[in-house]
């Protein structure tokens, strides 16, 4: 089973940026797409940012311009780099890996990002 395990986040003044890593246990599938998801209390988890393992990226238009996802598919790390950061951006942040077409899909456990002055 694929395990993923996310880390970087923290506390951080609106403007500011941070970087989150998730390290997957495996080998990747050429297929398979991985993402940053978020979840702010009160409010349903969201789409972020996905990126295949050819690399190619799709981002929501909240993030849009100020994320970027990338990853090290001979580490098997994923990355997200958070620039100019905006409190409505404070969440849980979660690594997503799934197989499409199965119904293979894991999530990491989250790692919290606060953007507070």
């Known amino acids: 089973q694929v395990q993923l395990v996310e880390s970087g986040g923290g506390l951080v003044q609106p403007g500011g940026s941070l970087r989150l890593s998730c390290a997957a246990s495996g080998s990747i599938s050429r297929i398979d797409v991985m993402g940053w998801y978020r979840q702010a209390p009160g409010k349903q988890r969201e789409l972020a940012a996905t990126i295949t393992s050819a690399g190619y990226t799709n981002y929501a238009d909240s993030v849009k311009g100020r994320f970027t996802i990338s990853r090290d598919n001979a580490k098997n790390t994923l990355y997200l780099q958070m620039s100019s950061l905006k409190a409505e951006d404070t969440a849980v942040y979660y690594c997503?890996?799934?197989?499409?077409?199965?119904?293979?899909?894991?999530w990491g456990q989250g790692t919290q990002v606060t953007v507070s002055s």
């Open positions: 997503n890996w799934r197989r499409p077409g199965t119904v293979q899909n894991t």
